[in-house]
């Protein structure tokens, strides 16, 4: 079984500054990866997905994310972060080929003027 | 414009009434799928359907039902056995078939349910 951890349930952070969201999983087979965005009284949006190669992905809004296996994280980042970045980030888990979606519990971000 | 539709937005409901979600999806999705979200607990699933006229519980089937009686549509019945009804509903699809790419799932703008 696959299990996910977000280190943080919420991350204040000043407009312009750098951010980093962590997440860290357990499975004991191969998985996908993935970050959603939550905006208030919305549905997740896909922010971006590691499915294979290539370790450093790169999503929407300016968002990325490092895959690695060593240490079973998968954490998002972004260098500026603006106020519209405000929003509920979830990290999810998949086995390959098919297996149930996992999410972490959301780290809630939330930028300052 | 393809994607995922849910409605109503906002839905109350009586204590001891059925109540029906809607989810449709023109994405050609085989997959599709309901969560549950609860205030500082993530999303929890209900029920998933990869193929019509066919669907397996998730971790949390209790007091819920649904039907895939076409491929576009995967209604969600909110029944008076489930105790604590009143959560955000998610519908998400995936597909078609199974790949690397096409696993990944898509979310619709979801329900608020509130039981009175």
């Known amino acids: 079984a696959q299990s996910v951890t977000q280190l943080d349930s919420q991350v204040p952070v000043f407009e312009e500054a750098p951010v980093e969201l962590r997440c860290n999983y357990s499975?004991?087979?191969?998985?996908?990866l993935f970050w959603y965005v939550q905006y208030p009284n919305q549905g997740l949006q896909l922010l971006l997905k590691?499915?294979?190669?290539?370790?450093l992905v790169k999503g929407i809004n300016g968002f990325e994310a490092e895959f690695n296996k060593s240490q079973t994280s998968f954490h998002l980042r972004k260098p500026s972060v603006h106020i519209s970045d405000t929003a509920e980030y979830f990290c999810a888990v998949s086995r390959i080929q098919g297996g149930k979606l996992i999410f972490g519990q959301g780290t809630e971000l939330s930028v300052k003027p | 414009d393809g994607g995922i539709t849910q409605s109503p937005k906002y839905l109350f409901r009586k204590e001891g009434q059925n109540v029906t979600l809607s989810c449709e999806q023109n994405?050609?999705?085989?997959?599709m799928y309901w969560y549950r979200q609860d205030p500082g607990q993530g999303l929890r699933l209900i029920y998933y359907s990869q193929i019509v006229n066919d669907f397996q519980k998730g971790d949390i089937a209790e007091g819920y039902s649904v039907s895939r009686e076409k491929k576009e549509s995967f209604p969600l019945t909110v029944t008076s056995a489930q105790k604590n009804p009143t959560a955000f509903y998610l519908c998400?699809?995936?597909?078609?078939?199974?790949?690397?790419?096409?696993?990944?799932?898509?979310f619709g703008p979801g329900t608020r349910l509130t039981v009175l």
């Open positions: 590691y499915l294979s190669g290539s370790t």
């Open positions: 998400a699809s995936s597909g078609p078939g199974h790949s690397a790419e096409t696993d990944t799932q898509y």
């Open positions: 994405l050609n999705h085989d997959a």
């Open positions: 499975s004991s087979v191969s998985v996908y």
